[in-house]
């Protein structure tokens, strides 16, 4: 009877050993770099928390949007519905960056699931043709990992996106971590834009249309690309002081208008 307590504190320190949780890593990074005609990054990552880091080397605004495909539809099956100017339905919007202008790169935080992902720019050009269908897309694997998931990012302001409005905490000048939510119905997106000094969201808005002359007046400064209904990630950015607006350019099935159009947009001064 003597050696049995000794024995069960042995087991116990054995089974704490086996048993001592794994803490939670912090999100690893994927860098994706486009070049304005292609954009390369790793073949695969694994599920969780990822850092999406986009760096833009290429001579226009571009973004690294970041879709999971179906289980039975390959990337060959998206480029090809690419080239017909259909968006697949069956391409679940997965988030990434929303957009970085020519020699910058911007930030954000979304939550892998295993499966096969393309990672491209749907920025249409001047042509009105999306750069992803001009070379401008990549695919990648995610695979399951061994171990606890990442953790979660922290953030200091909250943004939701509902049919078809933002709700945003307000944003001073500085650096940020900002919690996006998809709250609506279809895929949204947060397009964060720096306005030039006296300019105002519809201004830059013509400026983008089809057929306007000159470079719109404010710059692109990050954001979260399109997100399915439910889901949520995070954009890391320094804001400048000024004004800022945000705004969806996710086009609305039923009217065919983009969102920004349905009231999808949020300017507010930083
Ligand atoms: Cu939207």
Redesign the pocket.
């Known amino acids: 009877m003597r050696s049995f307590p000794a024995l069960a504190s042995i087991l116990a320190l054995v089974l704490a050993g086996c048993s001592m949780p794994e803490e939670a890593p912090a999100p690893s990074s994927l860098t994706f770099t486009s070049d304005g005609s292609s954009i390369s990054g790793p073949s695969q990552a694994e599920e969780g928390w990822t850092r999406i880091v986009f760096v833009n080397d290429g001579p226009g605004i571009d973004q690294a949007a970041l879709y999971r495909l179906d289980a039975d539809r390959g990337v060959e099956e998206f480029r090809a519905a690419l080239a017909l100017g259909e968006a697949p339905s069956w391409a679940v919007a997965a988030g990434g960056v929303a957009g970085a202008m020519p020699g910058a790169r911007a930030v954000a935080l979304v939550q892998l699931e295993p499966g096969t992902h393309v990672v491209g720019s749907f920025i249409p050009g001047a042509d009105g043709v999306p750069g992803a269908a001009k070379g401008l897309l990549a695919s990648f694997d995610v695979v399951g990992r061994e171990g606890p998931l990442p953790r979660e990012p922290t953030s200091d302001a909250e943004m939701t996106?509902v049919?078809?409005g933002y709700n945003a905490s307000a944003l001073g000048k500085g650096m940020h971590s900002v919690r996006v939510a998809n709250e609506?119905s279809?895929?949204?997106?947060a397009v964060l834009v720096a306005l030039a000094p006296g300019a105002d969201v519809e201004a830059f808005l013509a400026a983008m249309g089809p057929g306007a002359e000159g470079p719109p007046p404010g710059a692109v400064v990050g954001g979260l690309a399109p997100i399915a209904p439910g889901g949520h990630g995070y954009i890391e950015l320094e804001l400048a002081e000024g004004g800022h607006a945000w705004i969806?350019f996710?086009e609305d099935p039923a009217s065919h208008a983009p969102?920004f159009a349905l009231g999808?947009t949020d300017p507010f001064q930083a």
Do not use: K, L, R
């Open positions: 996106m049919d078809f609506g279809q895929p949204h997106e969806c996710v969102h999808m």
